[in-house]
């Protein structure tokens, strides 16, 4: 998931202002959340790494809430890059 929010993030980047109905300002804007989407991106990210090293160091199951956990980066993760999706124009 990492590797395809890292792709859409780097397609929108190569992005202009002329490429957006709303100009330059719908441009900046949808870099800035972007922007913020890659930091949230990130966090989710460690989240996901420690649940994974938890679970192996201690070699058992995981528990309900450790898959409801996982569920839930998992998704969270999808929304992400959605969102970065649905601001590159289209034909880009």
Same mark, same amino acid.
């Given at each position: 998931m990492l590797?395809?929010?890292?792709?859409?993030?780097s397609r929108l980047l190569q992005t202009t202002g002329e490429d957006f109905a709303g100009g @330059? $300002?719908?441009?900046a804007a949808a870099l800035a959340q972007t922007e913020h989407d890659y930091l949230a991106l990130v966090e989710v990210g460690a989240e996901a790494a420690r649940l994974q090293a938890e679970l192996e160091a201690g070699d058992? @199951? $995981?528990t309900p809430r450790e898959v409801d956990t996982?569920?839930?980066?998992?998704?969270?993760?999808?929304?992400?890059?959605?969102?970065?999706?649905?601001?590159?124009?289209?034909?880009?």
């Open positions: 590797v395809a929010f890292i792709e859409l993030r @330059e $300002a719908e441009h058992r @199951e $995981a996982a569920r839930l980066l998992l998704t969270q993760m999808n929304e992400l890059a959605d969102a970065v999706r649905e601001r590159i124009p289209r034909g880009q």
